[in-house]
């Protein structure tokens, strides 16, 4: 048996990273057993679907390499083939028009409530006869399609949890379409699974309620029911429900905040399994070679904003200054930040080096040139800051003069790291006094680059210009 597995978003928003981990389930089950991943889009909500949201669907699936080998298929485009399965289901009688108005199933669901029983529709249209049906036909009355729904004990078993019963007296002859060609979430996706020939569908754990009224449908077509699996939930730090409160954005959103495909994918695959001992960095053919369906937990994993961070700079880290400037270049989420690698007064050299100057504070690539700014921009700043421990601002003035007249005696040919290292180290045995009002005075920070490697890149003069400035500030 080839297995084939789809993801089956709605475009209905942005995508997330809960629907984009599933997506990245079935890809990798997928792939490991040399099987199919699909690309459905579930665009029958008419009113809700947007063009934009199947493009952040693609591009997102695209940017995270999970390419699909079939798709994407919409089902807005396969409307004969529901047509045609709810036509077979109403002439085998195992389905049927409800007439029944939205004020009537509201009065007979708050009578139900009252007396205590669960809310469920009562089967008053089960009972029409074939000739009542046709004259409220005729008389265009408005109306939905429900499926029978047997009263009795549903059982399937799910690949991670055992097996899971439900009573189907609790859920009624439930809904599956508005008309012949309006299906609704529970017959189209059964269908679309049992026609694309879907033999695993993996999906979060909300989907549990969903299954038996998708298996009802496969039983009442006699179709083969495949086997599902249902991932955890993802929570957010402290427990609940995940939101953007706990850090959780769109997935182009993470790409426009400088994070790398390989820490997202990295990261979404540990929630929910783990390779084999302690490994938490991951490669996509790592994750092929170990992944086991069965190993996935069953209970709910947890969202851990700064695990994303950490994993992010982990993968920065394996990147040359080439290698960014590459997918600045060719990242359009990132285009903003070529103007970093076009400044003119710097050559490609001294531009590597402020890129590797800032990858060491940064958490994304776009948070590289957040913590180099001074390198671009005039900056300003409060002269308390050029203040080291308990000195004077005349102690910090003569240091700053020292430094100054120390450099400025530093010929070119000998304005290396190590030359300018050995002069400004014998200025004072206090180094933080040296040095701490030299950093402020070239950046402006109070934590940046070593004073040494920014000199470097800017340059003597420069740097005897913004000595100059932090001095006039203490006059």
Same mark, same amino acid.
């Given at each position: 048996?080839?297995?084939?597995?789809?993801?089956?978003?709605?475009? =209905?928003?942005?995508?997330?990273?809960?629907?984009?981990? =599933? *997506?990245? #389930?079935? /890809?990798?089950?997928?792939?490991?057993?040399?099987?199919?991943?699909?690309?459905?889009?579930?665009?029958?909500?008419?009113?809700?679907?947007?063009?934009?949201?199947?493009?952040?669907?693609?591009?997102?699936?695209?940017?995270?390499? +999970?390419?699909?080998?079939?798709?994407?298929?919409?089902?807005?485009?396969? =409307?004969?083939?529901?047509?045609?399965?709810?036509?077979?289901?109403?002439?085998?009688?195992?389905?049927?028009?409800?007439?029944?108005?939205?004020?009537?199933?509201?009065?007979?669901?708050?009578?139900?409530? =009252?007396?205590?029983?669960?809310? @469920?529709?009562?089967?008053?249209?089960?009972?029409?006869?074939?000739?009542?049906?046709?004259?409220?036909?005729?008389?265009?009355?408005?109306?939905?399609?429900?499926?029978?729904?047997?009263?009795?004990?549903? $059982? #399937?078993?799910?690949? !991670?949890?055992?097996?899971?019963?439900?009573?189907?007296?609790?859920?009624?002859?439930?809904?599956?379409?508005?008309?012949?060609?309006?299906? +609704?979430?529970? %017959?189209? $996706?059964?269908?679309?699974?049992?026609?694309?020939?879907?033999?695993?569908?993996?999906?979060?754990?909300?989907?549990?309620?969903? $299954?038996?009224?998708?298996?009802?449908? /496969?039983?009442?077509?006699?179709?083969?029911?495949?086997?599902?699996?249902?991932?955890?939930?993802? +929570?957010?730090?402290?427990?609940?429900?995940?939101?953007?409160?706990?850090?959780?954005?769109?997935?182009?959103?993470?790409?426009?905040?400088?994070?790398?495909?390989?820490?997202?994918?990295?990261? !979404?695959?540990?929630?929910?399994?783990?390779?084999?001992?302690?490994?938490?960095?991951?490669?996509?053919?790592?994750?092929?070679?170990?992944?086991? %369906?069965?190993?996935?937990?069953?209970?709910?994993?947890?969202?851990?904003?700064?695990?994303?961070?950490? !994993?992010?700079?982990?993968?920065?880290?394996?990147?040359?200054?080439?290698?960014?400037?590459?997918?600045?270049?060719?990242?359009?989420?990132?285009?903003?930040?070529?103007?970093?690698?076009?400044?003119?007064?710097?050559?490609?050299?001294?531009?590597?080096?402020?890129?590797?100057?800032?990858?060491?504070? *940064?958490?994304?690539? @776009?948070?590289? #040139?957040?913590?180099?700014?001074?390198?671009?921009?005039?900056?300003?700043?409060?002269?308390?800051?050029?203040?080291?421990? &308990?000195?004077? /601002?005349?102690?910090?003035?003569?240091?700053?003069?020292?430094?100054?007249?120390?450099?400025?005696?530093?010929?070119?040919?000998? /304005?290396?790291?190590?030359?300018?290292?050995?002069?400004?180290?014998? +200025?004072?045995?206090?180094?933080?006094?040296?040095?701490?009002?030299?950093?402020?005075? !070239?950046?402006?920070?109070?934590?940046?680059?070593?004073?040494? &490697?920014?000199?470097?890149?800017?340059?003597?003069?420069?740097?005897?210009?913004?000595?100059?400035?932090?001095?006039?500030?203490?006059?």
């Amino acid at each position: 048996m080839v297995v084939r597995v789809r993801f089956a978003p709605s475009p =209905t928003g942005r995508l997330h990273l809960g629907s984009i981990r =599933t *997506a990245l #389930f079935n /890809f990798v089950f997928a792939k490991s057993q040399k099987g199919v991943f699909i690309l459905r889009i579930e665009d029958t909500d008419k009113e809700r679907s947007k063009k934009e949201f199947v493009d952040d669907i693609i591009e997102s699936l695209k940017w995270l390499n +999970l390419n699909p080998d079939e798709g994407p298929i919409f089902q807005s485009e396969r =409307t004969e083939i529901y047509r045609k399965v709810i036509e077979e289901l109403l002439d085998k009688g195992k389905a049927y028009r409800c007439f029944c108005t939205k004020e009537e199933l509201d009065l007979k669901r708050q009578m139900q409530i =009252t007396k205590g029983e669960p809310p @469920r529709y009562d089967g008053t249209c089960a009972k029409l006869s074939k000739e009542e049906v046709n004259e409220k036909l005729s008389r265009n009355i408005p109306y939905v399609i429900r499926l029978k729904v047997p009263e009795q004990i549903l $059982t #399937f078993k799910d690949y !991670l949890r055992g097996e899971i019963k439900f009573d189907l007296r609790l859920i009624g002859d439930f809904v599956i379409a508005k008309s012949e060609t309006e299906p +609704l979430f529970h %017959l189209a $996706t059964p269908v679309d699974d049992y026609y694309q020939g879907i033999t695993y569908v993996i999906r979060g754990a909300e989907h549990i309620p969903n $299954t038996p009224k998708q298996i009802l449908i /496969f039983k009442a077509m006699n179709w083969k029911i495949p086997i599902y699996a249902h991932i955890p939930l993802i +929570l957010g730090e402290g427990g609940g429900k995940l939101s953007k409160r706990h850090g959780a954005k769109s997935v182009l959103e993470y790409r426009k905040d400088g994070y790398l495909p390989e820490a997202i994918i990295n990261f !979404l695959i540990l929630l929910g399994w783990h390779p084999k001992g302690d490994k938490e960095v991951v490669s996509m053919n790592e994750i092929i070679n170990e992944f086991k %369906l069965e190993d996935v937990e069953k209970r709910p994993a947890v969202f851990n904003a700064k695990k994303l961070v950490w !994993l992010n700079k982990v993968y920065m880290k394996r990147l040359s200054p080439k290698d960014i400037e590459n997918l600045i270049l060719n990242d359009p989420y990132l285009e903003d930040l070529k103007f970093y690698l076009e400044k003119t007064e710097y050559s490609r050299e001294k531009i590597y080096k402020i890129i590797e100057l800032g990858k060491e504070r *940064a958490n994304t690539i @776009r948070e590289i #040139f957040e913590t180099v700014k001074f390198f671009y921009y005039d900056f300003d700043y409060n002269k308390e800051l050029l203040i080291w421990k &308990d000195y004077t /601002f005349e102690q910090i003035k003569n240091s700053l003069i020292q430094v100054k007249n120390a450099i400025e005696n530093i010929p070119e040919d000998k /304005f290396n790291y190590e030359y300018i290292k050995q002069v400004l180290d014998s +200025l004072s045995e206090d180094r933080g006094y040296t040095y701490w009002p030299l950093r402020v005075a !070239l950046t402006g920070l109070e934590a940046s680059p070593p004073p040494i &490697d920014i000199m470097l890149v800017i340059g003597k003069e420069k740097t005897l210009k913004l000595i100059e400035k932090a001095l006039e500030k203490l006059s």
